[in-house]
Nanobody, 131 residues
């Protein structure tokens, strides 16, 4: 069974930084598209970054490009989201999501973040940016 566990969220002042971690278990040797998706109450999900495990390419949405970086440590089965220059509008619950059926181009080309329809989801972690 695939499980995703996020950590690293919390309160931060505008302009500050946070690093979110997503520890994955159960994927075994399968390649997966792993993404960070955020959501405010009553709002639609907003995919911000994605990568394919074991691959080199990544995708970042325009709203976070240049400020956020998604990366992976395969030895630790962990995907990170480094968030810099945080803004109040970045406040949201951030979810780690994974899907083993999406192919490499679909994942790293940004299409996976259009529908945000992933097989597996973490429980989410809150990020609050104060001005």
């Amino acid at each position: 069974q695939v499980q995703l566990m996020e950590s690293g969220g919390g309160p931060v002042q505008a302009g500050g930084s946070l690093r979110l971690s997503c520890v994955t278990s159960g994927l075994l040797a399968r390649r997966a598209c792993v993404a960070w998706v955020r959501q405010l109450p009553g709002k639609e999900r907003d995919g911000v970054a994605a990568l394919s495990t074991g691959g080199r390419d990544t995708y970042h949405s325009d709203s976070v490009k240049g400020r956020f970086t998604i990366s992976q440590d395969n030895a630790k089965n962990t995907v990170y989201l480094e968030m810099n220059d945080l803004k109040p509008e970045d406040s949201a619950t951030y979810y780690c999501a994974a899907d083993t059926t999406m192919d490499y181009s679909y994942c790293t080309g940004g299409w996976a973040l259009v529908g945000n329809q992933f097989e597996y989801w973490g429980q989410g972690i809150l990020v609050t940016v104060s001005s």
